[in-house]
């Protein structure tokens, strides 16, 4: 079993919908926990931390669930430039990092 | 600032050739890492470096080298290359901050193809 688990989509979504990714972990002891985005052929970047009590920035809220050890990324109003791969990522209390395969989304005018 | 570069942007190895891939980053950060991409698995850790002079062995880190040369440079060595190398390479460093959190920056990435 992978240590982080995403469903891989494709999700083709219409600009303007709700759309919402799913990961799984396997490690009870992780402790931090964070949603990137990659574009195409490029490098990854942050997109938001994720906590326990659940957080939002403009769009998109992240929800944690550390009893189910499941992490959600939730996107409203989706938008043409929100077409990329979302990776889930957990770390332990040190260097290790996880990273999840990716969910890759498109959003169609 | 740059945040992260690497070089080369592209690279084709013969199987058995050597070579070193280079990362520096002008953040100041004191934790670097190496990560190679292959499709449908996702980042794996192949080595990291928590600070200058100190380096350790992440989740793949057989058939590579490492060197934390200063705190800005941190260089991934293969040795003798083989078709199973055949990845997209991927230099990070980080930043932590309060309640846990960290952010890692990641540069361009190194196209790598051994034949």
């Known amino acids: 079993r992978k240590e982080v688990e995403q469903d891989p989509g494709p999700f083709n979504v219409p600009e303007g919908a709700t759309v919402a990714f799913n990961c799984t972990y396997s490690?009870?002891?992780?402790?931090?926990f964070f949603w990137y985005r990659q574009d195409c052929r490029k490098e990854p970047k942050l997109l938001m931390s994720v906590y326990s009590s659940g957080n939002e920035d403009g769009r998109f809220t992240a929800q944690l669930n550390r009893a189910s050890q499941y992490i959600s990324l939730l996107i409203r109003d989706s938008k043409l430039s929100d077409s990329a791969t979302y990776l889930c990522v957990v770390k332990d209390g040190g260097f290790k990092t996880i990273f999840g395969a990716g969910t890759r989304l498109f959003v169609k005018a | 600032n740059a945040g992260v570069t690497q070089t080369p942007k592209f690279q084709v190895l013969k199987t058995g050739q050597s070579m070193t891939l280079q990362c520096a980053q002008d953040?100041?950060?004191?934790?670097m890492y190496w990560y190679r991409q292959d499709p449908g698995m996702g980042l794996r850790l192949i080595y990291y470096?928590?600070?200058?002079?100190?380096?350790d062995k992440g989740e793949v880190p057989n058939g590579y080298n490492v060197s934390r040369l200063n705190k800005r440079e941190f260089s991934l060595r293969l040795e003798s290359a083989a078709p199973s190398q055949t990845s997209v390479y991927f230099c990070a460093s980080s930043r932590r901050w309060k309640q846990g959190g960290e952010t890692q920056y990641f540069g361009p990435g190194t196209r790598l193809l051994v034949l």
């Open positions: 490690n009870s002891a992780s402790q931090s």
């Open positions: 470096s928590a600070s200058e002079g100190t380096t």
């Open positions: 953040m100041n950060h004191n934790s």
